[in-house]
């Protein structure tokens, strides 16, 4: 596979992936977290990190707002739900550590 083809395939599996978590918003990040070490934060920054290592400019609003697929204050108001006491615990024993 050439290079040119390997990079469309990868973009197209990542606009999937987003489009994914944009419908699957029943999904909390908090139990992304827990349960594959991720969430769409971590994403809208791997997609900010990656502008910067090109030289394009790309702020934490904008990039979330390109994994969100609106702005993050409007996705957690309609759709962010207080995480159990439970799910907290898990996080705070298997957040990656900086």
């Not at 978590?21 to 791997?46: H, K, P, Y």
């Not at 990039?63 to 006491?85: C, F, L, N």
Request: proline share 4%.
């Amino acid at each position: 596979m050439d290079d040119k083809t390997k990079t469309e395939l990868e973009a197209a599996a990542f606009r999937r992936l987003v489009q994914h978590l944009q419908e699957r918003t029943d999904v909390q990040n908090i139990d992304m977290m827990n349960l594959a070490g991720f969430c769409r934060n971590c994403l809208s920054r791997w997609y900010r990190e990656a502008s910067e290592e090109r030289g394009v400019a790309v702020t934490d609003p904008a990039a979330r707002e390109i994994v969100y697929g609106m702005p993050y204050d409007v996705w957690k108001a309609k759709h962010q739900a207080e995480a159990s006491p439970d799910k907290k615990a898990a996080f705070e024993q298997n957040k990656p550590k900086d």
